[in-house]
C-alpha cells in the first residue's frame, strides 16, 4: 500500500513538472510592451529635419527668425516619402517643431508658424503633406516637437506648459497614427523668447510635468512609443551619441529612476527593471540640417554599412536623418548613398544559407517539438527553440551537407518573454577542427556579427550564460559580398603612405610611378615608406573571391613634411597641421594671425595649400582672407599671393594658390580674417607645392 502511495506521488511529481516544462517559458522581467515589440520590429525609419534654420544656414533656429525666409521653390514631400521608402525605411519622424519654436504645421496656438511664410501664401500645412505622403508610400509617421522653444514668450514660466500640450494635442489629434514622438533633450538657454533676448534656464526633470504629458501622448495615440532623453523615462532611450552606433554589449533595460550616465544610455543595465531599448540617432551627414559646406561629407556606402551592423545589428533600431535643402528637397548624394545602401543591404541579407539545413540542439525542453532546434531556423518569429527550465546554457548546432562560406551570423531572441542572454559564442567546424568565430555578450532582439569568410561543415551557437533557459526564435547565415569602393589615400609627416581598406575582405593594391593598379601590383599591407620627394598614388580595392576591382583612386602629394617646424609655438597640437590627417586640427589664435613654418631647408616653392578645420562645428575658425610670405631667414618677409578663399565657406576643401617660383626656407600664413569676427584661426592641413 504505503509502495503504491509513493508510486503514484513519484508519477504524478514526473508528470506535474514535465507539464511544466511543457509550457510555454515563464518571461524574465521586465518585458516590452507591444508598442515597443512593434517599433523594435520596424529596425529601420528616417529622420526629417527642416525649420526656418535651414535658411540661415545654422544648427539651431533662435527664435528671431523671420518666418519670410521659409519659401522653399521645389518642396515636395513624395521625394522624401519615396526615398525613404525606397531606402527600406519603415517610418518617418519629421521635425514639426525645432528649438526655434517655427511651426510647420499652421498651429492655433501661434502666429510663428506656416501660417506667416511665403510658402503657399501662408495656406500650407507641411505635416499634414507628409503624413499623407507617408500613407501613400506605406511609411508609418512619427514627430519631432521640441519642448524647448526658443521663440515662445512663456517659455521657462508654467503657461507655456500648456502651450506645450495644446500644440502636443494638435499634432497627436489632426495627423493620423503616429508611431513615435521625440522630446529632444536640449532644453534652456539663450533666445529670443518673444523679445526679450535672454538666458532661460528650466529644471528638465520636473519643468515639463512629463507624467501628466505623457499620459495625454497615450491616451491620443494608444499605438505610440515615446522618445525622451532629458526628462522622465519614457519608452525608448538615447544610445548616448549621434555618430551612429550602440554598444556591443547592448540590453534593453534600464532602472525606471535614477540617474542614466553614458555607459548605461550605451549598454543598457543588466538588470535594470524598465524595458527602455536603444534607439541610434545619426545624420546621413555631420549635421542635422542642411549646409551646403557638407555636401562633400555625406556618409559613404561604407560607413552607412557600419552604421546598420552597429545598429540594427547590436540590437537597436537606426533612425537615420535626412536635412532638406533651402528649395525643399533631399540632396542628390543623400538619395544616392542611401540608395546604394539598401542595394548593398539587399544584397547581403538576399540568401539564408540555413534555409532547410539540419539542425540539432544539446537540449530541448521537455522533449517537444514546440521547442525544438527547428524552430529556431523556421522563418516563423513567433516560434523558438527553448531548453529547460534548469538550464541556462546550451547550443544549436548546424550541419551543412558540405562545405559551405559565410561571414555573416544572424541571431534573435524572443524579446516578449524578456532578454536572458548574456554571454555566447559562436564556433565552426573548419576541416574538422572546431575554432571559435566570436566570443560575445548580449543578442536581444537581433545581432549580427561580421567575420572574414569561413569555409565549414558545422557551426555552433553556444549560449554559455543567461538570465534563464535561453530561447532562440532565429538564426540566419550569409555570405555578404565585399563592398568594392575605392581606398582613402593619405601620406603622414614622415612620407609614409598609409591606405584605407574599405571592406575588411578586400584587398587593396598600389603604384607610386603613376600606372594603373591591377591586382599583379603591389598588394598593401601597412604603411609604405617613401623617399621624401613627390608622390603619385593610384590604388584600387580588389576582390580576391569574383577578382572585380573598385573604381581608381588617387592622390598626389608634393615633398613629405617630415623636416617641418611650427616656429615659435609651444603647443604640441600644432603639428596636427602638419600630420597628413584631414580629420585632426589646431585652433588657436584669433585673426589676424599667423602661422611661420621652418622647412628645414630651402626649397623650391611656386605655391601653397590650406585646408580648414573640418570638424563642422568650426566654420568660424575658417580662414577667408589671408596673405603668404616666404623668407630665407625666418626675418625677411617677402609677400607672395593674398587675397580670399572664395566661396570657403560653403566648400570648404582644399584651397590653392600658385604663386611665381621662388626659394625659400620659411614660409608663413597669415589670416587677416576669418569667416566669423573675433574667432580663432583654425587648421586642418597646411601643405606646399614645389617645383
Ligand atoms: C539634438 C538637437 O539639438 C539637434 O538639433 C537634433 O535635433 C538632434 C536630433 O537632437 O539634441
Redo the contacts with the bound molecule.
Keep these: 500500500m504505503k509502495s503504491t502511495v509513493l508510486k503514484f506521488i513519484f508519477f504524478y511529481f514526473l508528470l506535474s513538472n514535465s507539464k511544466a516544462q511543457n509550457e510555454t517559458p515563464k518571461p524574465v522581467l521586465p518585458i516590452p510592451t507591444e508598442n515597443q515589440l512593434r517599433w523594435q520590429q520596424m529596425e529601420y525609419y528616417g529622420?526629417i529635419?527642416y525649420s526656418v534654420n535651414t535658411y540661415t544656414d545654422e544648427?539651431?533656429g533662435f527664435g528671431n527668425e523671420d518666418p519670410k525666409i521659409f519659401s522653399p521653390d521645389k518642396l515636395d514631400v513624395r521625394q522624401w516619402a519615396r526615398i525613404c521608402k525606397e531606402a527600406g525605411m519603415k517610418g518617418v519622424i519629421f521635425?514639426a517643431k525645432?528649438?526655434s519654436g517655427f511651426c510647420l504645421w499652421p498651429s492655433k496656438y501661434t502666429d510663428y508658424s506656416v501660417k506667416n511664410a511665403p510658402w503657399k501664401n501662408g495656406q500650407g500645412d507641411l505635416v499634414k503633406e507628409l503624413a499623407d505622403a507617408c500613407k501613400e508610400f506605406g511609411l508609418k509617421f512619427g514627430v519631432?516637437l521640441?519642448p524647448w522653444d526658443r521663440n515662445h514668450p512663456d517659455y521657462g514660466k508654467p503657461e507655456y506648459i500648456t502651450y506645450f500640450r495644446n500644440q502636443l494635442t494638435e499634432l497627436l489629434t489632426n495627423y493620423g497614427e503616429i508611431f513615435e514622438v521625440w522630446f529632444?533633450?536640449?532644453n534652456g538657454g539663450n533666445g529670443f523668447y518673444g523679445g526679450a533676448n535672454e538666458n532661460r534656464k528650466i529644471d528638465a526633470k520636473t519643468y515639463y510635468d512629463w507624467q501628466n504629458t505623457y499620459k495625454l501622448v497615450r491616451k491620443l495615440q494608444p499605438n505610440i512609443v515615446i522618445w525622451n532623453d532629458g526628462g522622465d523615462r519614457a519608452d525608448l532611450r538615447w544610445v548616448g551619441t549621434?555618430s551612429g552606433y550602440v554598444g556591443e554589449t547592448n540590453w534593453s533595460l534600464l532602472n525606471a529612476t535614477g540617474a542614466v550616465p553614458e555607459d548605461m544610455l550605451r549598454h543598457g543595465v543588466e538588470n535594470g527593471n524598465a524595458w527602455v531599448p536603444g534607439e541610434v540617432?545619426t545624420s546621413i551627414r555631420p549635421e542635422?540640417?542642411y549646409h551646403p559646406k557638407e555636401d562633400k561629407k555625406v556618409k559613404t556606402l561604407p560607413q552607412l554599412m557600419d552604421t546598420y551592423y552597429n545598429s540594427v545589428g547590436r540590437n537597436g533600431t537606426l533612425l537615420l536623418?535626412f536635412p532638406i535643402m533651402p528649395n525643399g528637397l533631399i540632396h542628390e548624394t543623400d538619395e544616392k548613398n542611401v540608395l546604394d545602401f539598401a542595394k548593398a543591404r539587399k544584397e547581403a541579407f538576399e540568401k539564408n544559407i540555413l534555409k532547410n539545413t539540419k539542425i540539432q540542439a544539446s537540449n530541448v525542453r521537455a522533449k517537444s517539438s514546440q521547442f525544438s532546434a527547428q524552430k529556431a531556423i523556421d522563418n516563423d518569429a513567433k516560434t523558438y527553440w527553448a531548453t529547460d527550465d534548469d538550464l541556462t546554457s546550451g547550443s544549436l548546432t548546424v550541419i551543412f551537407t558540405k562545405p559551405t562560406s559565410f561571414n555573416r551570423f544572424l541571431v534573435q531572441e524572443p524579446i516578449h518573454l524578456g532578454q536572458r542572454v548574456k554571454a555566447f559564442t559562436l564556433e565552426a567546424n573548419i576541416n574538422g577542427k572546431w575554432q571559435k568565430i566570436a566570443i560575445e555578450t548580449t543578442i536581444g532582439y537581433k545581432r549580427i556579427l561580421r567575420f572574414k569568410t569561413i569555409i565549414a561543415t558545422q557551426i555552433r551557437l553556444n549560449i554559455t550564460d543567461a538570465k534563464a533557459c535561453p530561447l532562440i526564435s532565429n538564426m540566419e547565415v550569409y555570405q555578404a559580398p565585399i563592398i568594392l569602393t575605392p581606398p582613402m589615400i593619405s601620406r603622414n609627416q614622415n612620407g609614409d603612405v598609409q591606405i584605407s581598406q574599405t571592406d575588411a575582405e578586400s584587398e587593396v593594391y598600389y603604384t607610386l610611378d603613376g600606372t594603373i593598379p591591377s591586382s599583379k601590383s603591389a598588394k598593401y599591407t601597412a604603411a609604405v615608406p617613401t623617399d621624401l620627394g613627390k608622390i603619385q598614388v593610384k590604388a584600387i580595392s580588389f576582390n580576391p573571391q569574383n577578382k572585380l576591382r573598385s573604381a581608381l583612386a588617387e592622390e598626389s602629394f608634393d615633398i613629405a613634411r617630415k623636416n617641418w617646424t611650427i616656429v615659435a609655438e609651444q603647443d604640441k597640437n600644432a603639428l596636427k597641421v602638419l600630420d597628413g590627417n584631414e580629420y585632426t586640427s589646431w585652433q588657436k589664435h584669433k585673426a589676424p594671425t599667423e602661422l611661420t613654418i621652418d622647412l628645414g631647408k630651402v626649397e623650391n616653392l611656386v605655391g601653397f595649400r590650406y585646408l580648414s578645420d573640418q570638424n563642422w562645428w568650426a566654420d568660424a575658425s575658417i580662414i577667408s582672407h589671408y596673405q603668404f610670405f616666404v623668407s630665407d631667414d625666418g626675418s625677411t618677409w617677402k609677400l607672395m599671393s593674398e587675397g580670399e578663399f572664395s566661396n570657403i565657406k560653403n566648400n570648404p576643401t582644399w584651397q590653392i594658390k600658385i604663386f611665381e617660383e621662388t626659394k625659400a626656407r620659411f614660409i608663413k600664413l597669415k589670416a587677416l580674417k576669418n569667416i566669423k569676427e573675433n574667432s580663432n584661426s583654425g587648421y586642418a592641413e597646411i601643405d606646399i607645392l614645389t617645383k
Excluded: I, K, L, R
Aim: glycine letters at 6%; aromatic letters at 30%; hydrophobic letters at 35%.
Design positions: 529622420f529635419h544648427a539651431w521635425t525645432h528649438h519631432y521640441s529632444d533633450g536640449a549621434e540617432n542635422w540640417f536623418n
